[in-house]
């Protein structure tokens, strides 16, 4: 069974940062495209980054500059460092697993339960 489990949300302040983690279990990491998508508040769901099991990465334009996405293959684990948060970047955030290289959510297979980021300004 596959799990994927963010943590590291939360209320900050524009200007501050955060770093989200994924801790996936039940599939071979190493060999899945890990994402991150996001829903704003009556919004739709939207791509935020991907890092491809080659290391392959893609940022939306929105967050490029701003955010990192990493992963640790030996942890089963991928992040978002998220820096110069502003108040746009509220919203529900979402880890997902796929087998391709997509900014689609249609893509990814499996997803997580969803961790808040609140930015106030």
């Known amino acids: 069974q596959v799990q994927l489990v963010e943590s590291g949300g939360g209320l900050v302040q524009a200007g501050d940062s955060l770093r989200l983690s994924c801790a996936a279990s039940?599939?071979?990491?190493?060999?899945?495209?890990m994402g991150w998508f996001r829903q704003p508040p009556g919004k739709e769901r939207e791509f935020v980054a991907y890092?491809?099991?080659?290391?392959?990465?893609t940022y939306s334009q929105s967050v490029k500059g701003r955010f990192t996405i990493s992963r640790d293959n030996t942890e089963n684990t991928v992040y978002l460092q998220m820096n110069s948060l502003k108040p746009e970047d509220t919203a529900v955030y979402y880890c997902?697993?796929?087998?391709?290289?997509?900014?689609?959510?249609?893509?990814?297979?499996?997803w997580g339960q969803g961790t808040q980021v609140t930015v106030s300004s």
């Open positions: 997902a697993a796929g087998r391709t290289y997509s900014v689609s959510r249609r893509n990814y297979e499996y």
């Open positions: 039940g599939l071979t990491f190493s060999r899945s495209t």
């Open positions: 890092v491809a099991w080659t290391g392959g990465i």
